[in-house]
Structures are given as structure tokens and as C-alpha cells.
């Protein structure tokens, strides 16, 4: 019978050959950061045994710089750190808020941006920010590295674009133009604790006049994965945000959704709150970009 | 199944045991260590109960392998008071009557403490939010609340 | 008894003689506990909600390495009908059993029909897979309206309705039917001058006690059994483990452990007739812990219900009729808390004409067990709803129109009894003098008022007090604590003794140590086992009393008791000093024996509860969320012993109630698989989703317990739903009828206005 077996590699080298060994002994190999979406879907949906790889001694996975041109996270930093990094809450609050959204003060000592992105759930809080500021996932390959938008790092339900053998080691940006600002919003039925029932991260540039000059919008928790709505970007440009450019981009967002039905929302009202979600959250980034130089 | 040795630090005092690597910190802190003043609720990190710290920080030791706490400072519940006196926490929670049937107690007291080490003054509301990831059936919180804000005066030096 | 008295202990908030242990993490709780040799224990459990075990095949499992014992169905002997008392919850032996271990049935999702117990949990998960199945899969029954109707499929084929007027030819998902009748309901109704009425329906929701079920068993070869568990009702769980297991209660000690709540869903068993049959078999102790997933599918939740409810009145308020059709999920075997649901909707009322009708009805779901004031939150939740529509209607204050048709002292209840004094008004008025009741609301905001009782139970107790040598108290007594009742016993105790609450410990003792006690439930501890410490305390005295006349060569009925002191009467010639309780023990060899004070009663007179609550909630009208902003519990607790702990049972019963109104469900899909089966989707609330809860205490002293004392811990779990859903039609202008008052179902109320 096939155990289970833990390793902890110390540079990428050695995480890229323990995945490759270990797979081509015919055994299942999984990644693991904060492990608090593992270790419950362990326990919950599937006990079978693997061998986990920890990636976080990893210099890589645990790097965060915020410079004055490119921005990077890496993949293991648990959402505490973050939280408490001053000048990653200048630059893009709404990821960080997202961030620090997700599940409790405990799983917050966890879990980390990387893990949650990777993890690929519909509702994943990080995602929508994510995509709204533009993020670009830095893989690790058996061969080196690659890079891909983070719009494209999720291709279905609790699926990323991961090959075998290649894990994430960070996310980078770059440093958001003057007069920008982000910002993440959820639903959830309670004040803490709940996963997403519908998601929305915004991020738009003003003029100095406050029209807006550029937006993305990307919900979650409406879709198998989060979307971009190129739509409420399109309504949201060339306005100053007033009422009827907002209810323009939340009705964009609620015809992009395709929610379902489930324990935790029905689709009709996923529907709805997300473009109510959309427009409190461009209100917010629209307030941030104007505090920004 | 081969099991793993794992050296790590507990309460301030070096411990070692063996395990499985998917063993996690909870079941060892409870079944091999017998520490049992950490609790399970759920074991999905939902309930707060198993909350410990891990190299200061606020975790849920049921969403931890035990093989990743080597070399690591863990401090349970058993780990909080002071030698022969309580800690003001723990004292707090008596005065106030912040515990009825009390399994949720250790948790609330180990996040507590994390959130009066890290923010000495915090507002009711950042009590609760810091809290929400300990989930009492007994109290409505009320006393809790009250019982952390009084322990957090205490351990400004403005009262007793 | 009771008038206003002076008390030198009773109502002190002492630190509770327990909490050291319990904020340090040494107190220990039902998995705690570990053996010598010990095995692990698990249980196999149906992947269907409804089907027939034809075949099981264990012979895969039994050969693993590391296995050492696995039980079925046909190793648990059969078990005849018979009502089982006692308990909180209603029920049948033959059922409890079947429940414990399936035979041929299976009849909800989750459903035990096998165990194993091995050396790991490892090992034990890995037998539970390797144990094969075969079943007839069978259509199950889910929801209320499905299960009533004609031509339902049935949950049990043999079962015939008990109650009704004409026998049944023909079984049916309808286990009993119940009436409760006063006057004439029509005439009462053709009297009034406005009629409202209302249909409500509430989910399966639990008790949500954050310690899962946990238990240590082991038998020996002679038959004598131990069993540590977690459980509200040690005897309980030896008289309910021997009939299930055709044992001898002489041979089975239950020890209680601290429990991590219960709240009436640790009053039956599950595991532990199970454990002592695995350590049989394996000759080793079995530890059996229920996951949390186990414990949402396979324990006892409270029951989902659908009542109707309708009131006629004058237009000055006055109730002219009243009448209400409940229907209570029983979940796979009957008895719902319908019957006292039935008996507390109109208890807070006088109602000249009523009829209530009760229906128990079987789905293909766990079977309900109690939960804080069984029955009478969902119930009363539709009545105090259609209250507050009449209130509307007639442009009345909610709590004047409550006043017009209070019950008081002298009242006859909607169930039967007469009330002696109790608080009902009392509560009403402290509500309209409440500063909370007063505020002002904002934008979106609302307020909702309800009432709530119980009955409150007496009961069974048993109590000793001990004098050690130097004169300290030592209470033994058997009522698991479950929210500080050590306190009060002890409380009680230093009262009547007369010596300091620092000398008196309390231990909770075990079925074999002490004397038969009730289960701690129906809100009886305080009161019952109360009052057999109070007596054993004046056994005790009565015991000093004479040891000191003996030293003084008077007759003990010239001694009096005083402040921990034998002293003479006034005017009795005896130049003597007075002897302290500490005295008289160390001298007790010498003047007769040890000081051993007894009491056992089967409590009589306990005083029935009644509450108001307040609920203060803002919605967003564009997401339909509700934010709880206040809530306010005014509560007659008779006496309160140790108000922290009275107030703790206010604010935790208005928790509890406040997450039953607005977020907690159980989701089944269509094959009756529980959907939400853990604590993040079983949306119980969070310290952030609660604002404090101002408590007022109020005392109308119960004449039936020596210091006025009434049972508190279920009342306040009753007027929750009611206030919140109350304050949601307060601030949007829509009556919701059905919980929980989620989002979707407030967004979609607030949306169907508009359009």
C-alpha cells in the first residue's frame, strides 16, 4: 500500500527534482504552501496517499518586494505578512484586502496568495483582485521559468494551467500608474468564515479630473473561474463613475456571470449581488485613486 | 508506513516524537504528546478550538502537519500561564464568567493572547473580527468580549 | 418561602469552582480520556437515505492487520417497544436501538449499520472501505408535505398514526396526532372582530455544541462495563446503553466527563453501546469519537417544522380565539418535540377558545432529538409572527397587546396547570421601561419584539454533602455541568450551611458513586438538584444540631443554627460557646460519626419561565443581508443564583436563536444527503455577527424552591426567532414566513415587492 512522505526542499532545484522523482516512480506528488486547502480536502474529499512537497523554505516562494517599477509576492507568504507589509497596502490595497479576507486569524497565519490562486476554487477571494490588477504567475519548470497571466492560470473548477513537474513560485506586477486604485468586495451571508458567494475586484486609473482612463473588472464566484468583464471596463472608461456608468458595469458583470444554484447561493441572486458588488467596489478604488500620487 | 522524526519545541521545552508525515499537529499534540488541553471541533479549521501558536503566530494546529512544526516554537494552551499564576487572560475569563461549558476556552485564550500581543488597545470590533475564527456555541460572546478587553487593560498596566 | 430575603452567598458572581482546570486546558472532556491498550473505534454508515441491507460483508475488513473487532446489526440482540421517559426527547427503545446499530434498514443518510475498531484510525478507515454492502436502494421521503400526503412512500411500513379519532386501516408517514382543545374555536373566531393568521416554516437546524461525541468504553469478561462519555445524562446513558445491549445497569458505570455542550443533543446515545460492544468482542478498551461531518448527518438535530397559525381579537386586543396546525419532522423514527411544542404555543396567553393540532411526522433524515426548549422555538416563533401582524393590524404597541392577554398568577395555562406566581408581565413592563426599547431607528433598520417560555422540569436528584475533618464541604452530587452549575451548587450549599463559598467543593460524581439523578436538561439543575443540596445541607444541620446538644447535654431542638454555628435557642439556659461547623467535624468521631447529609427527590413545583427579547436589525436592501444591531433579553429566572451564569444562558439561548432565524439550515439534495455537513456551511454565528446582548434579570421568586429559583436555560432560546423576524418586517414593511431570514430569501421578498 502506498504512504504518505513529506519533503521540504530548500532551493527550487531541489523542489523541481523531488517532483520529478517522485512522479516518475508512479507516485502522486502535491505541492503545498499554508495547507489550509489541503490538508481539509485531504480529510474531506480525498485521503489517498502522496507525497506533499513543501515549498516553504523556498528563498523564492517567500520573497516580497514592493519596488519602484515591478511589484512581487511570492507564492508561500501567508496572508499575516501580507497583511502587515505597509507598503504592499499602498500599492494594491484591494489585493490585500482580498487577502486578507479569507477565513479566519488562524487560517490567515497560514495561508498564503499563491495557494489560494493555485487552489482554483470558482469563489477564491484572491483571484478577482488578482486579475483586476493584472497579475503574472512566475512558474517554475523543469527547464526554468515561464510566466503567464494570471486570467489564464485558471482553466476550470480546481483547475490551473500548472504542467506536471512545475509549481508557482510568485506573482508579479507592475507598480500601479499614479491615480490608481483597486479594490476587493464579497458577499457573504455572515461577517466571517463564509467562502465567497460572489466576488467582485475592480481597478481603475483617473485623469486629474477623475474621469476614469483605464478599469478592469473581474468577478468571482459566478463562473467555474473568476472572469475579466471587459464590458464594465468598456462602461467605465471615459466616465467619472456617476451612477449610470457604475449601474452600466454592474449589469455588464451580472450578464458575464454564469452562476449556479448551490448550498451557498442561488444563481439568480449571485446575479444580482454581483453587480451590486461591482459598483461598491469601484466606488472604493475610485476613492483610492484619487489618495494616490 | 514509515513514520517521521520530528524535534521541535513546546511550551518552551524541546520535544521529539514520531509520526506519519499526514498526521496532523492537532492529532500528535492530543494522541502521541498528550497534550490534550487542545481541542478538536472539526479538524477543518472552522471551529477555532485547536488554535495554537506557531513561532508566535495564530494557527489552527489541525491544518498543520505535525512533520512541519521541527524546528519551530509551538506554545498550546498548557504553555499560557505563568508557572503557579495564570495569566490575566485566564484570570479574566473566570471573573467575567466567560465560559460555560468551556471546550472552546483553550482556543479563545491562545487566539487572545495573539491578538493582545499584537495590538495591546484593540476596539470591540477588532476583538471580534480578530475572534470570529473561534466559534463559541455557549456565550453569544458577549462575555468573552468583555473578558479580553478587560484582560487587555490589565495588561496595559491600567488595571489590576 | 420567598418573600425578599437576604442573602449572604446567593447571588455573589463567584469564580466557578471548576474554571481553573477548564482555562488551563487540564479539565477533561470526552475525548480526552485514554486507556492502557486502548483501539480505535468507527462507525460504517449508510450511503443511502433510504434502503434495505441485504448483505454485509465484513470477511476483507476482519482480515486486515491490526483489525480486532467489527460489529454489525445481528451482533446487538433485539430490543422490544417501549416509551422511553426521562429523557428530554421522545422516543421508542426499539428505535434508539435500531438507531445505534441499523438491522435491515437503513433509513437516513448516514445511518450506522457496522463498526470497527483497530489499532490506528488509519487502520479503521482503511477496514471501513474494505467492508462491503449490498443494498435494495429505496425511494426516501424528505420534506413535510411529501411525507403527509396520500400515496407518500413510507418511511416505515408498519407504522400507524397514534392519537386519531378513528383507528387507521392504512400506515402512514404520520407517527401521532395531537389535540389541545379550550372552548370553541369557531364561535371564539365568529366573536372577533379582526382575524389573522400566518403559515411558517422553519428548517432542520442543531444544537451546533462545538465538542463532538466522544467515548471510552471497556468490558471485561465478566460482563462489568465502564463507559467514559461526554453526555448531559450519565444514568441516562447506562439505563439506555443496557436496554439497547440487554446488560445489567448493575454492571455498567458511566462516568461523565466535562461536556462541551449539548444543549439537549447529548441526552440520548449513538456511540457508546457501540464502543462497549467493539471492546467485547476485541477484549481491549475502544475510544469512539464522532468527526464533525458524523455529527451534522448522524446525530440528532431539532426538528423542521411547518405551522399555521391563526388569532382572532377585539379591536382593544383582547384574544377571542386562537388556533394552530403543526406539523414536526421527526427525521427516520418518531417523536418530534411537536407535543411540548403544541403546549407552549399559546402557554403566555389567556385564551378563551383554542385548538391546537400536532402532527409527528417520519422523513428519511436523522431522528430529531432535543434542542434547549424542544418544540417550543419553532411553534412560538409562528405564534408571537401572527401576534405581531395582529398588532399591526390593530395599531397597537406589541407589548400592550401582550399585557391585554398576559397570563399571571391565578392564570390557568394554555396546558393545563394554574399558575402560582410567575413573571410574564413583570417582563413585559421592564420591556416598555427598557432604554433599548426607546432608540431610534435609522434608514433600513427595524425593531422586533417576541415572547418566550417553557415549562422549566423537576425531576430526579440525588445530592450528599460531606463535612471533611476540618470543617471544608465537600457536595457530591450527579448532574453534569454543563454551563456552571458547580457554582450554584456550591452557592446553595455556603448558604445554607453558613460557611464561606471558599470551603465548599463540588464534585460531579458517577453512576456508581452517586445517588440516581435525571439527565441536566429541561432547565431542572439549579432548581432540582438544587433544592437536594439545599436538603442534604439541612440534613447536615440538623445532624450538628444534635451533635452539639449531645456536648452540651441539651435536647437538639433547643439548638439553632447561625452563620456556620450551633448555637442555643434564645432563652436556653446553656452557658456555652458557640460550636462552628469545623468544630463539630473535628469532633465528629466522638459525638456519633462521620457528618454525611443526604438528599434524593423527585423535584415538584418547578416555576415556568417566560421571557421578552428586543431585536434591532438593519438590511441592506440591495443584498438582503441583516445585521443584528441590539438585542436586548429580559428574563424572570425566579432567583438568580449566580447572575453571571443566568446571564450567560440569556445571551447564549439568544445566540443560538439569532442563527436559527437568520443562517443556519440544514441543505439536503434530492437523494437526502446533507449538503452542509460542517461549520462553514452550517453558518452558525461568529463573534463579529453579534452585537453585545443587554440582559435584564428579572426575579418573581418560584414559592416552590426554598430560595425562589426558576429554571433558566431554555427559555431564551424561544423569542429569537420571532424578535428577529419581527424587526425584519419592522424594516422592510415585508413578512417573511419562512426561516432562515437569509439573504437570498430576504432579497427576493424585498425584489417580489417591487415588482
Known amino acids: ?237 471615459g466616465s467619472s463613475l456617476d451612477d449610470k456608468a457604475l449601474d452600466a458595469a454592474g449589469a455588464a458583470c451580472s450578464a458575464a456571470a454564469s452562476p449556479i444554484s448551490d448550498k451557498r447561493g442561488t444563481a439568480d441572486y449571485r446575479r444580482k449581488v454581483v453587480a451590486v458588488l461591482c459598483k461598491r467596489a469601484t466606488k472604493i478604488a475610485a476613492e483610492r485613486a484619487k489618495e494616490t500620487r | 508506513m514509515s513514520k517521521v522524526h520530528v524535534e521541535t519545541r513546546i511550551n518552551g521545552e524541546r520535544m521529539e516524537f514520531l509520526c506519519e508525515p499526514q498526521q496532523s499537529m492537532l492529532d500528535v499534540l492530543r494522541d502521541n504528546l498528550r497534550l490534550t488541553g487542545t481541542k478538536e471541533g472539526c479538524a477543518t479549521g472552522d471551529c477555532g478550538a485547536c488554535s495554537v501558536l506557531l513561532d508566535g503566530r495564530l494557527v489552527c494546529s489541525c491544518l498543520m502537519l505535525a512533520v512541519e512544526s521541527g524546528g519551530h516554537e509551538l506554545t498550546t494552551i498548557e504553555g499560557v500561564a505563568r508557572g503557579d499564576e495564570l495569566h490575566p487572560i485566564q484570570r479574566k475569563f473566570l471573573e467575567h464568567a466567560a465560559l460555560q461549558c468551556g471546550i472552546c476556552t483553550p482556543g479563545f485564550i491562545v487566539a487572545a493572547k495573539a491578538l493582545l500581543d499584537e495590538n495591546p488597545n484593540p476596539t470591540e470590533e477588532e476583538i471580534r473580527f480578530y475572534l470570529a475564527g473561534n466559534l463559541c456555541r455557549c456565550t453569544g460572546y458577549d462575555k468573552i468580549i468583555r473578558a479580553v478587553q478587560d484582560a487587555a487593560k490589565t495588561l496595559r498596566g491600567e488595571a489590576a | 418561602m420567598s418573600e425578599a430575603q437576604d442573602f449572604k452567598y446567593i447571588g455573589r458572581r463567584v469564580v466557578r469552582p471548576d474554571g481553573v482546570d477548564k482555562v488551563t486546558g487540564r479539565a477533561n472532556f470526552g475525548a480526552d480520556f485514554a486507556l492502557p491498550g486502548m483501539l480505535y473505534g468507527k462507525v460504517l454508515r449508510s450511503p443511502h437515505a433510504h434502503a434495505r441491507v441485504k448483505k454485509i460483508d465484513v470477511s476483507a475488513a ?301 422523513v428519511n433524515k436523522p431522528k430529531v432529538a432535543a434542542y434547549r426548549a424542544p418544540g417550543a422555538p419553532q411553534s412560538m416563533y409562528a405564534c408571537e409572527s401572527v401576534l405581531d401582524d395582529l398588532a399591526r393590524q390593530l395599531k397597537m404597541d406589541p407589548l400592550d397587546l401582550r399585557l391585554k392577554n398576559a397570563v399571571s398568577e391565578g392564570s390557568v395555562a394554555a396546558y393545563g396547570p394554574k399558575f402560582n406566581a410567575i413573571g410574564f408581565k413583570q417582563c413585559l413592563e421592564a420591556a416598555k421601561k427598557h432604554p433599548n426599547y426607546k432608540l431610534k431607528l435609522g434608514p433600513n433598520e427595524g425593531r422586533g419584539i417576541a415572547a418566550g417560555f417553557w415549562f422549566n422540569a423537576g425531576m430526579q436528584s440525588s445530592a450528599e454533602v460531606h463535612i471533611n475533618e476540618n470543617g471544608t464541604v465537600t457536595v457530591v452530587e450527579g448532574s453534569p455541568d454543563i454551563g456552571g452549575s458547580r457554582a450554584s451548587m456550591a452557592l446553595m450549599a455556603s448558604e445554607e450551611l453558613g460557611v464561606p463559598y471558599e470551603n465548599v467543593r463540588v464534585l460531579v460524581a458517577d453512576t456508581e458513586s452517586a445517588g440516581y439523578n435525571n439527565v441536566t436538561g429541561g432547565s431542572r439543575v439549579t432548581f432540582a438538584t438544587g433544592m437536594a443540596v439545599i436538603q442534604a445541607s439541612r440534613d447536615i444541620i440538623a445532624q450538628c444540631k444534635q451533635r452539639a446538644a449531645a456536648t452540651w447535654g441539651i435536647e437538639a431542638d433547643m439548638v439553632d443554627w447561625k452563620d456556620g454555628q450551633a448555637i442555643p435557642k434564645p432563652g436556653v439556659n446553656a452557658d456555652v460557646k458557640p460550636l462552628t461547623l469545623a468544630q463539630i467535624a473535628a469532633n465528629a468521631g466522638r459525638t456519633g460519626g462521620p457528618l454525611l447529609g443526604r438528599a434524593s427527590l423527585n423535584a415538584r413545583g418547578p416555576g415556568p419561565g417566560f421571557s421578552i427579547n428586543m431585536a434591532d436589525v438593519r438590511v441592506d436592501p440591495e443584498t438582503g443581508k441583516v445585521d443584528v444591531l441590539r438585542f436586548t433579553a429580559i428574563q424572570d429566572a425566579g432567583r438568580a443564583i449566580h447572575p453571571s451564569y443566568v446571564e450567560g444562558q440569556m445571551q447564549g439561548g439568544a445566540a443560538q436563536g439569532l442563527g436559527w432565524a437568520l443562517n443556519e439550515e440544514y441543505v439536503y439534495d434530492a437523494n437526502g444527503v446533507l449538503q452542509n455537513a460542517g461549520f462553514l456551511d452550517y453558518r452558525m454565528p461568529v463573534a463579529s455577527d453579534l452585537p453585545m446582548i443587554d440582559t435584564q434579570i428579572i426575579e418573581v421568586p418560584n414559592p416552590n424552591h426554598p430560595y425562589g429559583v426558576r429554571g433558566v436555560g431554555e427559555v431564551p432560546i424561544v423569542a429569537p426567532l420571532a424578535a428577529a423576524a419581527n424587526a425584519v418586517r419592522d424594516a422592510t414593511g415585508i413578512r417573511i414566513h419562512d426561516l432562515p431570514l437569509s439573504p437570498p430569501r430576504v432579497l427576493a421578498a424585498l425584489e417580489a415587492r417591487k415588482g
Open chain 3, 62 to 362: 476482519a482480515a486486515m492487520e491490526g483489525v480486532y473487532a467489527i460489529v454489525t446489526g445481528a451482533d446487538f440482540p433485539k430490543v422490544g417497544s417501549e416509551e422511553i421517559t426521562g429523557g428530554e426527547g421522545a422516543g421508542d427503545f426499539a428505535d434508539l436501538a435500531t438507531n445505534v446499530m441499523a438491522r435491515d434498514k437503513v433509513v437516513y443518510h448516514g445511518h450506522a449499520l457496522a463498526a470497527v475498531a483497530a489499532k490506528s484510525n488509519a487502520i479503521v478507515d482503511a477496514a471501513l472501505s474494505a467492508i462491503k454492502v449490498e443494498y435494495e436502494v429505496l425511494k426516501p421521503v424528505l420534506d413535510l408535505d411529501t411525507a403527509m400526503a396520500d400515496g407518500a412512500p413510507l418511511v416505515n411500513d408498519k407504522l400507524f398514526t397514534a392519537g386519531l379519532k378513528e383507528k387507521p386501516t392504512r400506515p402512514s408517514n404520520v407517527a401521532a396526532y395531537m389535540e389541545f382543545k379550550r372552548g370553541d374555536i369557531d364561535k371564539g373566531f365568529a366573536e372577533a372582530e379582526v382575524v389573522v393568521e400566518g403559515t411558517f416554516r422553519t428548517p432542520t437546524v442543531h444544537q451546533g455544541y462545538i465538542e463532538p461525541h466522544a467515548c471510552v468504553a471497556t468490558i471485561n469478561q465478566g460482563g462489568q462495563a465502564t463507559i467514559w462519555c461526554c453526555t448531559q445524562g450519565h444514568f441516562d446513558v447506562r439505563s439506555m446503553t443496557c436496554k439497547v445491549l440487554n446488560l445489567n445497569v448493575a454492571d455498567v458505570r458511566v462516568i461523565p466527563s466535562e461536556i462541551g455542550g449539548g444543549f439537549g443533543g447529548k441526552t440520548t446515545i449513538y456511540l457508546e453501546p457501540v464502543a462497549v460492544m467493539l471492546s467485547k468482542k476485541a477484549g481491549r478498551p475502544v475510544k469512539m469519537t464522532m468527526t464533525r461531518d458524523e455529527v451534522f448527518r448522524a446525530s440528532g438535530p431539532a426538528s423542521a417544522t411547518k405551522c399555521t397559525v391563526k388569532i382572532g381579537a377585539k379591536k382593544d386586543g383582547t384574544i377571542t380565539s386562537m388556533h394552530a396546525w403543526l406539523a414536526y419532522e421527526a427525521g427516520a423514527y418518531k417523536g418530534s418535540s411537536m407535543a411540548p411544542g403544541a403546549m407552549c404555543i399559546f402557554a403566555p396567553y389567556n385564551v378563551p377558545n383554542f385548538l391546537i393540532q400536532g402532527y409527528d411526522v417520519l
Open chain 1, 1 to 237: 500500500m502506498q504512504s504518505f512522505a513529506y519533503a521540504a526542499p530548500e532551493t527550487v532545484k531541489q523542489a523541481l527534482d523531488v517532483l520529478a522523482e517522485h512522479q516518475s516512480a508512479g507516485r502522486r506528488v502535491q505541492v503545498m504552501a499554508g495547507g489550509t486547502d489541503l490538508l481539509v480536502q485531504m480529510r474531506t474529499l480525498d485521503g489517498s496517499p502522496r507525497t506533499i512537497v513543501d515549498i516553504k523554505k523556498l528563498a523564492e516562494t517567500n520573497r516580497l518586494d514592493v519596488g519602484a517599477s515591478e511589484i512581487y509576492i511570492g507564492a508561500a507568504i501567508p496572508g499575516a505578512e501580507l497583511s502587515a507589509s505597509k507598503p504592499l497596502a499602498v500599492c494594491l490595497p484591494g489585493l490585500v484586502e482580498a487577502m486578507d479576507l479569507i477565513g479566519s486569524t488562524q487560517i490567515q497565519g497560514r495561508a498564503s496568495l499563491g495557494g489560494n490562486l493555485c487552489n482554483a476554487s470558482p469563489a477564491g477571494d484572491t483571484i478577482p483582485a488578482l486579475v483586476a490588477d493584472a497579475g503574472v504567475c512566475v512558474i517554475a519548470t523543469p527547464g526554468g521559468q515561464r510566466e503567464l497571466p494570471v486570467e489564464q492560470f485558471v482553466v476550470g473548477v480546481g483547475k490551473n494551467a500548472l504542467k506536471p513537474g512545475e509549481f508557482l513560485l510568485g506573482i508579479k506586477f507592475k507598480r500601479p500608474a499614479a491615480r490608481t486604485g483597486d479594490a476587493y468586495l464579497r458577499f457573504i451571508p455572515r461577517t466571517e468564515m463564509d467562502i465567497a458567494v460572489a466576488g467582485a475586484g475592480v481597478s481603475v486609473t483617473l485623469d486629474a479630473k477623475g474621469v476614469c482612463t483605464a478599469a478592469r473588472v473581474a468577478i468571482g464566484a459566478v463562473a467555474p473561474t473568476v472572469i475579466l468583464v471587459p464590458g464594465a471596463a468598456k462602461a467605465l472608461i
